[in-house]
Nanobody, 125 residues
Framework: QVQLVESGGGLVQAGGSLRLSCAASGGTFSMYTMGWFRQAPGKEREFVGTISWNGINTGYAGSVKGRFTVSRDNAKNTVSLQMNSLKPEDTAVYYC??????????????????WGQGTQVTVSS
């Protein structure tokens, strides 16, 4: 059983940056593909980005590619989401999640086994 706790959310102006972190415990962190998802009010949860177990490979949704970066530190059991050039449409609750699937296919929430509680990101215009 893996426990995930996100932090770093908040209010930021459009064009600004924010860095989210997710701390894992209770399992072998380096075994898992890690992903970030977000959910805006009234919308379905959507994929943001994913990173392979060794941190070498990453994948992103088209809406965030070039602006967001996922990274991980297996020695510290953490995964991060660096968000730059934020837009009001990035406003959502952001979740980190752990998957036993390969990073190439782990793009759907159903592919993930463990979830954090989420952290709110609000981007003002």
């Amino acid at each position: 059983q893996v426990q995930l706790v996100e932090s770093g959310g908040g209010l930021v102006q459009a064009g600004g940056s924010l860095r989210l972190s997710c701390a894992a415990s209770g399992g072998t962190f380096s075994m898992y593909t890690m992903g970030w998802f977000r959910q805006a009010p009234g919308k379905e949860r959507e994929f943001v980005g994913t990173i392979s177990w060794n941190g070498i490979n990453t994948g992103y949704a088209g809406s965030v590619k070039g602006r967001f970066t996922v990274s991980r530190d297996n020695a510290k059991n953490t995964v991060s989401l660096q968000m730059n050039s934020l837009k009001p449409e990035d406003t959502a609750v952001y979740y980190c999640a752990a998957s036993t699937r390969s990073w190439q296919v782990a793009r759907n929430s159903s592919h993930y086994n463990y979830w954090g509680q989420g952290t709110q990101v609000t981007v003002s215009s």
